[in-house]
């Protein structure tokens, strides 16, 4: 395949799936609940449940088990972020997000003349590879808040990389999508084909079964040392393509992060997310508070005008990510200006409800340093699950190793992130430096949006997503479909999404949006119609208790204790 060809197949989204029709949503009176995007996953999560386990021991367990079942979109050889709401206690959060090796430079991933190399010669290989995180994170949360042994999160997807499992239709469909690439990654090519995988195929991967047992027996610290440690650095040092400067200290430095959370209000409910390098909250509730003013409920789902709406105040959201969003680590990000109601209503100001703006330009929020706007790439990719255990504690996780199969590198069995391509290529932009440039050390922006609702102080509906920057916007809409639309969680994450390219709005292909595009053109939108990466999560607090939801487009479930 011709790397130009090669490069629209991996960005191609996959196409809707049919609903599923089992176990998409589960009601749990009095009981705990799981949701994710794979049946086997769900399984995991409710088995560690029925065991006593805990929220968090349940989206260990799912996240480990997604490692297995879902290769293509997260795993152990990624990272995410996982809010914990304890019941009756405080929100906390964890950023497993992957760090780029100490040797990264600012220009990584541009040419000798200093341009940005094309994405298809950079995602492939060593170089894309961040230290993963997810193992550690992992750890962080079954000592702050798990009730199982560590060992025993591990059963389930053990059971399933040595006993096999059947090939969902969505990984095979990744699988037939990227396997031209794997000519160039052996050991990838044949875990899963040369050609791909067909739906229904049993596959057994011993290798990740043999590594699973070796860190549930010792612990986190053999994932980042000892032989597999020499096997992710062999993987990544000794690619064909584009070999990485990881070395051992970089793996074995490696920690999990605490970080306070991100919340702002909307319509007398709490939202809260993911701190920075995660662009998810301040994002959310930027759209959220922008779209406060206008009566959402009165105008309703079907109205072009309330599609409008969010299209305009999604747009101005961005443009402010782009511009001020990266590792508040390395760079100042003024999140406390970003979500500032005021600064927010005067970006809300800009928006009519009977035209469009003619340009959505980035802001200046309060505390804002000088800075230059640059686009960042995110491939579609990710998933995202939850567990509400019966005490009432909720756990919700997004996890990721960026594009399908990540970098193409499999070490120890598992698929190697290619996140460092989160980053913005260009270091500069009008000769200033870009938030979210290549650093040693640094975390690369997301767009993972793991969120929670609040009533009165109370948990009410927690949603996530996975598709690259579209993540947002499937939150956002999921809770204005909620909040503002009365829709139970699973109808409110199967609402179609409106999202934008560079010419304007992309309607959902295939949904009741499509009819829309007329009137939001003569509202003076340039309007297409084009195939989304849409897949998520959600849970709501009912009368009755918990209810879990996996999206409809998918193959995900969702089961009660």
Known sequence: MKPVLALVAFLTPLPALAPSSVSAQARAPGGGIVTSADPRATEAGQAILRQGGSASDAAIAMMLALTVVEPQSSGIGGGGFLLHQSAGGK????????????????????????????????????RAVGVPGNIRLAALASKKWGKLPWKALFQPAIRLAEGGFAVTRPMAEATTRVSPLWKNFPATAAQYGSTGLTQGTTVKNPALGKLLRKVAKDGPDAFYTGGNAKALLAAVTTSKLNPSEMTAADLTAYQAKERAPVCGEYRGYRVCGMRPPSSGATTVLQILGMLERFDLKALGKDSPVAWHLIGEAMQLAYADREKYL?????????????????????????????????????????????????????????????????????????????????????????????????????????????????????????????????????????????????????????????????????????EPLVYFNREGLVLEQGTRLEAMKPALEKLGHKVSVGRLPLKANAAELTTTGWVGAADPRGVGTALSE
């Open 326 to 494: 990266g590792d508040a680590d390395f760079v100042s990000v003024p999140v406390a200006g970003l979500i500032d109601r005021g600064y927010i209503g005067s970006r809300s100001r800009l928006i009519a409800e009977e035209k469009t703006l003619s340009a959505y330009d980035a802001g200046t929020p309060p505390g804002a340093p000088p800075r230059t706007a640059a686009e960042q790439r995110e491939v579609p990719g990710t998933t995202h699950f939850i567990a509400v255990d019966r005490a009432g504690d909720v756990a919700t996780m997004t996890s990721t190793i960026e594009g399908p199969f990540g970098s193409q590198l499999l070490a120890n069995g598992y698929a190697l992130n290619n996140e460092l391509t989160d980053f913005t290529f260009a270091p500069e932009k009008d000769g200033a430096p870009v938030a979210n440039r290549v650093e040693g050390g640094k975390r690369p922006l997301s767009s993972m949006a793991p969120t929670i609702v609040y009533k009165d102080g109370k948990p009410v509906f927690t949603v996530g997503a996975a598709g690259g920057k579209t993540i947002i916007m499937q939150v956002t809409k999921a809770i204005v479909a909620h909040l503002d639309w009365g829709l139970n969680a699973r109808d409110s994450i199967g």
């Open 91 to 126: 929100l906390e959060t964890i950023d497993g997000r992957e760090k780029a090796p100490a040797g990264a430079t600012p220009r990584r991933f541009v040419d000798a003349a200093g341009k940005p190399i094309p994405f298809i010669e950079a995602f492939q290989g060593g």
